[in-house]
């Protein structure tokens, strides 16, 4: 669910310039830029979380991160850089929840989170068994159609890491769904 007013992120950021009541000043057209890349930057973060809504707080913090930044990335590569910024979180989010220890209570959502173009479950069950790294090369290749540079200056790594870390992520992952399929076949076929 977007935001009823993109131009509404707050910088965090103290003394940035810009910011009057709360708003982002949109004289450079942050707020074009926000209803632009939401789509795009939604698709990835879902590619990488598999929960609608854990994609949908990847893409705010990141957008909130522009804004603050969006003086000086403006005329640059904003897209580019919300989305390294998005691949980033996520990593975070991994690590952090290998530290921390989970809670039986559920959270519950009052509007669903709705994406433009539907990604296969099963696809979205594979890539959650893959480790982050290879989960956002991944994710980055397919939806993004990246090149092996513009992967690692995502991931903050080389070129020959990020070659790898897509290489072993779509080989676990044609694993994955090969091993779903012969699930599924067995489960079909009526037992003799």
Do not use: K
Request: net charge neutral; with cysteine; proline share 7%.
């Amino acid at each position: 669910m977007p935001p009823a007013d993109p131009g509404s992120l707050v910088r965090r950021a103290e003394g940035a310039g810009g910011v009057h009541h709360g708003r982002v000043d949109d004289g450079d057209g942050f707020e074009a830029f926000v209803a632009v890349e939401t789509p795009r930057l939604l698709r990835v973060a879902y590619g990488l979380t598999g929960n609608p809504h854990d994609a949908w707080d990847l893409v705010q913090e990141s957008l909130v991160r522009v804004g603050v930044r969006w003086r000086r990335l403006h005329d640059q590569n904003p897209g580019g850089y919300a989305q390294t910024v998005l691949v980033r979180l996520d990593v975070d989010r991994h690590r952090r929840r290998r530290r921390e220890t989970p809670s039986d209570r559920a959270v519950v959502a009052d509007r669903p989170v709705e994406l433009d173009a539907p990604i296969d479950p099963a696809l979205v069950a594979a890539l959650a068994v893959l480790p982050a790294r290879q989960r956002a090369a991944v994710v980055l290749r397919t939806v993004e159609d990246l090149d092996h540079a513009a992967i690692a200056e995502r991931l903050g790594c080389s070129a020959p890491t990020a070659r790898t870390h897509l290489r072993r992520g779509l080989a676990r992952l044609r694993d994955l769904l090969a091993a779903a399929d012969t699930d599924a076949e067995e489960e079909v076929r009526p037992r003799a």
